[in-house]
């Protein structure tokens, strides 16, 4: 890591400093900072109520962090008022800014009133303003890559969870994000059909695209990550390169969480 | 039966033009109700789910008093109230009274009492749509209005329709109260041909047929729109 004075200078694509969130008087997240540049995988582990989904969704507004600095490439979050007030101050940034941010749910939340391919060309449309043709272009080409090409006319419901996680990352891919987030991308799935997601997922990260990746699956997250944090109580107990900190952990908690997931 | 079919026909002295205007009256009466009813319906909608609590108290009052009160009291109710408040306005700012047209003023007063419960039924289908849609809709960066109109409503639509249904059945059938304030729809129609050929039975029979033919036609309309909003949804069968 350089001189966190510095940090500003370096080209950190996604930089979040000091990031605290509480519900009501549950402070679940006590100051978390972290940052990824061009093509950094940074995967979040820990147990469930470590704060490790929250901070994602912080990441992206969908939830609003009570203090701390986000900036993506560089471009500071907006916000006004302080704690529990704290909202942001610019909707357009907010809107730019998710549309940057190419965001996979557990539970894929694809438009269930949309064809695959029309969800894979909806935010190309209504958000980035790319003619349909081209958008359908795009999305048609990264179907295929993701593996449903075949499946393009298809409803979401028809489809598998497997498959119906691949075309929400199709979707977010189609954005040309700055960063993914990824939400448990696998937690929802049937055991059979965790493989297929992971494979497109690592597909992804070997391309060089900078991900964020909140998982359970620790044998994955060591082997995409370039940095692994782990979560605990709301705070960073333990980072670094996933070689290191897998075979030689500094902390007992985080030790016996990888005994017990092994 | 010759006799019969003589007092229905089209031209008179037969009724049967009569009563076909009248059910084209109903139609339009019911139509522009129905569309009046769902804007405000939408409008209420939203701005329950949305508006500060002075706007959810007045749309809280509107959907509860016209929900309690029979529609027949409302109708007479609205309707003079509608036309005396309104030639109060206009004679206060220096103009004429005005006759309100029956169809105006039949379809402001049905539009009314429909606005309340398209209000709850869209309520309902709005909180009906699975949350984890809003939040891709936001994730990815639409605008508040995008993300309405583009996400939220056409999911709406699947859970409202079955609700909404109703609505247009009621609205037909609700038309018929207007006879009470002297509109001559199908109903009136009905009631003047039966009293002056006092041939009651038959024309009450041919009036209900009327209200059937249309209300099955809508339930075919009804069908072809639910399969086409429906099609993302695999059967439940």
Redesign the interface.
Known sequence: MTDPASASGTAATLQVEDLHKSFGDLEVLKGVSMSAREGDVVSLIGSSGSGKSTFLRCI?L?ELPTAGVIRLSGEEVKFKGSGPNRVPAD?KQV???????G?V?Q?????????VLQNVM??QV??LGVPKAEARARAEAILERVGLYDKRAQ????LSGGQQQRAAIA??VA?EPKVMLFDEPTSALDPELVGEVLKVIRGLAEEGRTMILVTHEMRFARDVSSEVVYLHEGRVEERGAPDEIFTHPKSERFAAFIQNTH | MENALELLALSPPGWGGNLLRGLWSTFQIALGAYILGLALGLFGAFGKIYGGPVLRGVLTVYTTVIRAVPELVLILLLYYLGTDLLNMALTSMGFERMDISGLWAGIYVIGFVQGAYSTEVLRGAFHAVPFGQIEAARAIGMSAFTAHWRIILPAMIPFALPGLANLWLIATKETALLAVVGFSELALETKQAAGATKAYFMFYLAAGALYLMLSLASTGVFALVERRFRRGQPSQS
């Open positions: 992206n969908l909707k809107a730019r800014l998710r549309s940057q941010l965001m749910f539970s894929f939340n694809l438009w269930q009133h949309m064809t909806e935010g209504q958000v409803y979401p419901a028809f979707r977010a954005m």
